[in-house]
């Protein structure tokens, strides 16, 4: 008897331990299914934002191509005589009439003028006082104003090749 009870009990182990391993293979199994699946969503965030980043790359380059086309006809534009001596004598002063106000007048005058003030009236050293005059706004309008004269010549150089 205690050996049909025995081969009982061990039958019945032996049985039920297949079924144990299904079920831890059927749980690493959904575990590894749910970990893929997050993978596969952070791939596809990652392949989102690439491709937003290469639409917003052309849509930037195709903004840039415009923008110095726009720039080049309105520079030539410029350049174009009316066939009136005196307006396009008026013309070609314009813009070294304005350089000269703004960027040999007008600016320096109040850059000098902030440079003081920030000696005398903040009581700070003039390495500082410079720093705060001329920043990267002031540096940005330098270069625009180069950018400005000479990107004609730029332009010339591209147009004779």
Excluded: C
């Amino acid at each position: 008897m205690v050996e049909t009870l025995l081969g009982g009990l061990l039958g019945g182990i032996f049985r039920i331990i297949p079924e144990i391993m299904k079920y831890l293979d059927a749980k690493n199994e959904r575990e590894h299914e749910i970990k893929m699946t997050e993978k596969q969503i952070e791939f596809e965030k990652i392949r989102g934002a690439q491709k937003m980043a290469e639409i917003a790359g052309a849509e930037q380059a195709a903004w840039n191509t415009g923008a110095l086309d726009t720039l080049k006809t309105s520079i030539e534009s410029q350049f174009r005589l009316s066939g009136v001596k005196w307006v396009d004598a008026l013309s070609s002063l314009i813009r070294p009439a304005i350089t000269i106000q703004w960027v040999i007048l007008l600016y320096p005058a109040v850059i000098i003028a902030g440079f003081f003030l920030a000696i005398g009236h903040d009581n700070v050293s003039a390495l500082q006082a410079l720093k705060q005059v001329f920043g990267p706004e002031e540096k940005a309008i330098v270069g625009a104003i180069l950018n400005f004269w000479f990107l004609s010549r730029v332009f010339d150089r591209v147009k004779s090749v």
